[in-house]
Nanobody, 121 residues
């Protein structure tokens, strides 16, 4: 499966931003699609994921602020981010795996290019 993430940008703290991940190549609904981010000098960090059944899982740091959703017909997963904080600044990647929905970054098999999100204070 091929993945392409887009929608990043520069925003101020408290603003909202919408990231999209377009998938192609294999039936989209058979994969868990996740968003993982990486800040400068830090390891990749799980953000949110959605499974084929629609089950959603979030990192505690974004719970209540971020919402992940998908449009199977369009093969797209959206990460709606609100109440953004400077610590949300990172490169955001969308990724896919065939295992269950959880926060394990190492299980993701397919990765798209990242999109930069910068939140100024």
């Amino acid at each position: 499966v091929q993945l392409q993430a887009f929608g990043g940008g520069l925003v101020q703290a408290g603003d909202s931003l919408r990231l999209s991940c377009a998938a192609s190549g294999r039936p989209f609904s058979t994969f868990t699609i996740g968003w993982i981010r990486q800040a400068p000098g830090k390891e990749r960090e799980f953000v949110a994921a959605i499974g084929g059944s629609g089950y959603r899982y979030y990192a505690d740091s974004v719970k209540g602020r971020f919402t992940i959703s998908r449009d199977i017909a369009k093969n797209t997963v959206v990460l709606q981010m609100s109440s953004l904080k400077p610590e949300d600044t990172a490169v955001y990647y969308c990724a896919a795996k065939r295992t269950v929905v959880n926060g394990r970054v190492s299980e993701y098999e397919y990765w798209g290019q990242g999109t930069q999100v910068t939140v100024s204070s």
